[in-house]
């Protein structure tokens, strides 16, 4: 590949310099003039590697800590506490006292481990947990902890949680302002329409909902209700998407007419055969009412403790890899080129892996096209091989890669002029552009890696898109995102990732689950608003 072809001649050079220094090194005058040398030419080479750089408008990103108040103090309930209602909450500044320890004893352990210091220098945002609600007994304990615990942004809290029985006691609740959902899928719409209904904002998980129709009926309620709404793709925070955006609206790659975008991952952890937690059992969780939704039913046993902590592998309470994973690298494209919702969608793939029981597909395909845009996006992936192939765009002059592909690992992104470019003609003639080496490489903050322990941690990891910087601090996108949902409270008006973008993704979802499940091209009717 070619960016390996880089990577290994980079690291050659850089052995070839320390080797140089080191011969140098008894030569005090001689040593100091050769280094000076060495240093600029490399110097000269970031130059020459980045000619775009003089084109592409800068773009300022936000301070970590704002100078000014946070704004009105807001009282959040969440409604789900696993793994992502955790990560939610720890955005919003609250954290198990277990999980902080960890943390910290991590840091201590391997310097290049920051997650206790980006949680803990994050902004106060102004807030209080309390109300809890979660149908696994031992979560809803262990949120209760989190939105007591003194170790976190702004010390010690207002006030404290209030455990709920159900996510219904929880809104009717006059002193609760926002809710944050991270339920599984099939309970999302349910939640959202009665939240919107009782005037409480909603920070929402993605994918959307688990249905096509639920979709609409949660798009309709929100814009009628006035409600501050925020999709959870904490990625519309990162700054590597935002410089793909400037690339793109100013033209340095050309027309595009084709992006592809890939998910691959290889562990049963990243096929979401996760954890069954040891003291899940009748007494500890609310099965009747998790599966209330749900178009089958089935009775409490093993079966059901594996879809209650196992529930992605299901149609009955998710989406599979459209709603999981795709709507990631949809709402990636959509925010770098402002698709909206596709004409047509073709999908395919099947179960070929795990043969576990589960019904959603682990290789999975699906070809979505914007005639009006002479554009098609390609999505290909596998839970079978953890090949890094990143995100390409595909313009007539430059080729824009986010994330590695093959063996390399490129952090933020690429891009790379195509050998019959019309817009880089002369340079490409004249020599000043190879058109086997990257014309601009973005790669904002630290490429170092810390602490990540979740599949889909590891997997944004290796797009550069876990961690984004503000004034050369790290930030998780997460918390900005609840900051952002928060702020958009406060000053009335609309998030990143509001309603209308929640429903152009949830439409290219599940017209993908819908062709897959047809076996059919389907096409998206605005006027009637139906997939047909």
Known sequence: MKEEHTDSK????????????????????????????????????????????????????????????????????????????????????????????????????????????????????????????????????????????EQRPGGKPKETAKKYRHYKDLLEDD?????????????????????????????????????????????????????VFQLGHQNRQVDSLEKAK???????????????????????????????????????????????????KIPFGQEALKRFFRWRCWYDYGTGLAGDLFSHEFDAVNQVMELGAPKFVTASGGIYFYKDGRDVPDVFQAILEY??????????????????????????????????????????????????STRYKEKIESGIINTRYPIYTYSPGSKQIDGVTSATARYFANKGLVYTYREGKRVDPTHLHVKDWLDSIRENRQPKCNIEIGLQEALACHMATESYLTGRRVEWDPAKRQIV
């Open 371 to 420: 005639p009006d845009k002479d554009l098609t996006l390609l999505y290909s992936a596998t839970l079978s091989s953890n090949k890094n192939r990143g995100n390409i765009f595909m313009g007539h002059d430059a080729t824009m890669q986010i994330g590695g592909a093959g063996d390399s690992k490129i952090h933020g992104l690429i891009v790379t002029a195509d050998p019959e």
């Open 175 to 227: 002193n609760i302002d926002a809710v944050i959902i991270a339920t599984p899928d099939h309970w999302h719409s349910r939640i959202t329409i009665d939240a919107a209904r009782a005037g409480k904002h909603v920070y929402c998980e993605k994918a959307l909902t688990r249905t096509f129709r639920e979709a609409l009926e949660v798009y309709d309620t929100v814009k009628e209700s006035g409600i």
């Open 246 to 296: 400037e690339i793109v609206q100013q033209g340095l790659l050309g027309p595009v007419n084709l992006v592809e975008v890939t998910t691959n991952r290889n562990s049963p952890w990243g096929a979401w055969v996760w954890d069954i937690h040891p003291q899940g059992n009748r007494r500890t969780i609310d099965w009747d009412t998790f599966q209330e939704p749900a178009p089958t």
């Open 10 to 149: 980079a690291s050659g050079t850089d052995l070839d310099r320390r080797e140089i220094l080191k011969g140098l090194a008894t030569l005090p005058v001689v040593g100091v003039l050769f280094y000076n040398i060495l240093r600029k030419i490399k110097r000269d080479a970031l130059r020459k590697s980045n000619l775009l750089a003089d084109l592409i408008s800068e773009h300022q990103a936000p301070a970590v800590i704002s100078s000014k108040s946070p704004g009105r103090y807001l009282r959040l309930g969440i409604i789900g506490y696993g793994g992502r209602g955790q990560h939610l909450a720890r955005a919003a500044g609250f954290a198990t006292p277990e999980w902080v320890e960890k943390a910290a004893a991590n840091a201590k352990e391997n310097k290049l481990d920051k997650s206790y210091a980006t949680f803990m220098q994050q902004e106060d945002l102004n807030v209080s947990l309390v109300g809890i609600c979660d149908l696994f007994n031992i979560r809803a304990e262990a949120a209760l902890k989190a939105s007591s615990n």
